[in-house]
């Protein structure tokens, strides 16, 4: 199984805080790099956050609209990803995209690296 799956997703004040998770099997999990991204209703789809492999030294790059609200992490023995989202925005509203990479493992904002995508999970922030 090569797509992402992602969950975590609902409804969350402002404020609030939400984990996603996305899991991958079916590939060496760990080689590669797993983004991010998020598109709201009307808008294009943009990267959030980033990161790269062990190998790569696990570095990570934020939007900087989330950077210190979001926490990107991952746990390869899980085959595992996650997105820390804290003190929401409404602004934060928008169906949220895992990516794995299919050129290992750097991070990168560049979708067209990314050859497996989720099916989506929808945050959505409001009062």
């Known amino acids: 199984q090569l797509q992402p799956v992602e969950s975590g997703g609902g409804l969350v004040q402002p404020g609030g805080s939400l984990t996603l998770s996305c899991t991958t099997s079916?590939?060496?999990?760990?080689?590669?790099?797993v983004a991010w991204f998020r598109q709201a209703p009307g808008k294009e789809r943009e990267a959030v956050a980033c990161?790269?492999?062990?190998?790569?030294?696990?570095?990570?790059n934020y939007l900087d609209s989330v950077n210190g609200r979001f926490t990107i992490s991952r746990d390869d023995a899980k085959n595992t990803a996650y997105l820390q989202m804290n003190r929401l925005k409404p602004e934060d509203t928008a169906d949220y995209y895992c990516?794995?990479?299919?050129?290992?493992?750097?991070?990168?904002?560049?979708?067209?690296?990314?050859?497996?995508w989720g099916q989506g999970t929808l945050v959505t922030v409001s009062s």
């Open positions: 990516a794995t990479d299919g050129a290992p493992g750097e991070c990168t904002f560049l979708s067209e690296e990314y050859d497996h």
């Open positions: 990161i790269s492999s062990n190998t790569n030294s696990l570095a990570t």
């Open positions: 079916g590939y060496a999990f760990n080689f590669y790099a």
